[in-house]
T-cell receptor, first 112, second 116 residues
C-alpha cells in the first residue's frame, strides 16, 4: 500500500494564483521529498525536507513538514502555465537501506 | 553532465516473453533504484542497488529481478511477461544512498513497456 496520500487528487487554478498540495503519511520517516512529473515522463526532484526541519523554501516553492501530524504541504506561489504537471510526495524510509515510497500524486493544471 | 539514461525508451513484448531494461546512473552515483508506474497502482518500488548489492526489495514477484555492475549501471529483468506488467519503468540514481542522509533522486525518462 502507498505510504503517502495526497490531497487533492486534482487541482485547477488560474495563472498567478498560489497552489497548495498536501501529503499525509503513515510511518516514521527520515525525510520527505517532492517531485514533479510532466506527462508520464521521468520525475524531477523539487525539494527535500528532513524530519527535523519544519519549513523549507526553494524559489517559488515552500514546503512544510509536521511530523506530529505526519503531514506535509507544498506551496507553489505565483503559478505559471509551465507548472502544469503531476506532483508527488515521497517519504524517505530507512529499512536497512534507503527506500522512497511515493504517494499517488496531485494533478495540477494552471489555466492561462 | 549527463543525466540518468534508460534504454530502450519504448518496448512492445508478447505475453510469456522476457525483457531486460537498462539504466546508466549519473557518473559517481552508486545507488540505483527501480520503480514501476501504472495508472492504477501509481509508483511502486521494485528494488535498490548499491555497489552491486541489492539492499532493498519491494513486493513484486520473483519474475522481477535486477543487478548492478561494477560501473554502477543497472539492469532489470522481467521474465514470463504478463499483461499487467505493462507500465512505465523508472530508474533513479543518487549519490550516497546510505544511512540517514538520504539525497534527492535523479530519475531517468523511463522505459514504457507494453505487453500484448
Amino acid at each position: 500500500s502507498q505510504q503517502g496520500e495526497e490531497d487533492p487528487q486534482a487541482l485547477s487554478i488560474q495563472e498567478g494564483e498560489n497552489a497548495t498540495m498536501n501529503c499525509s503519511y503513515k510511518t516514521s520517516i527520515n525525510n520527505l521529498q517532492w517531485y514533479r512529473q510532466n506527462s508520464g515522463r521521468g520525475l524531477v526532484h523539487l525539494i527535500l525536507i528532513r524530519s527535523n526541519e519544519r519549513e523549507k523554501h526553494s524559489g517559488r516553492l515552500r514546503v512544510t513538514l509536521d511530523t506530529s501530524k505526519k503531514s506535509s504541504s507544498l506551496l507553489i506561489t505565483a503559478s505559471r502555465a509551465a507548472d502544469t504537471a503531476s506532483y508527488f510526495c515521497a517519504t524517505g524510509i530507512i529499512q536497512g537501506a534507503q527506500k522512497l515510497v511515493f504517494g499517488q500524486g496531485t494533478r495540477l493544471t494552471i489555466n492561462p | 553532465k549527463a543525466g540518468v539514461t534508460q534504454t530502450p525508451r519504448y518496448l512492445i513484448k508478447t505475453r510469456g516473453q522476457q525483457v531486460t531494461l537498462s539504466c546508466s546512473p549519473i557518473s559517481g552515483h552508486r545507488s540505483v533504484s527501480w520503480y514501476q508506474q501504472t495508472p492504477g497502482q501509481g509508483l511502486q518500488f521494485l528494488f535498490e542497488y548499491f555497489s552491486e548489492t541489492q539492499r532493498n526489495k519491494g513486493n513484486f514477484p520473483g519474475r522481477f529481478s535486477g543487478r548492478q555492475f561494477s560501473n554502477s549501471r543497472s539492469e532489470m529483468n522481467v521474465s514470463t511477461l504478463e499483461l499487467g506488467d505493462s507500465a512505465l519503468y523508472l530508474c533513479a540514481s543518487s549519490l550516497v544512498g546510505t544511512g540517514p542522509s538520504l539525497d534527492g533522486y535523479t530519475f531517468g525518462s523511463g522505459t514504457r513497456l507494453t505487453v500484448v
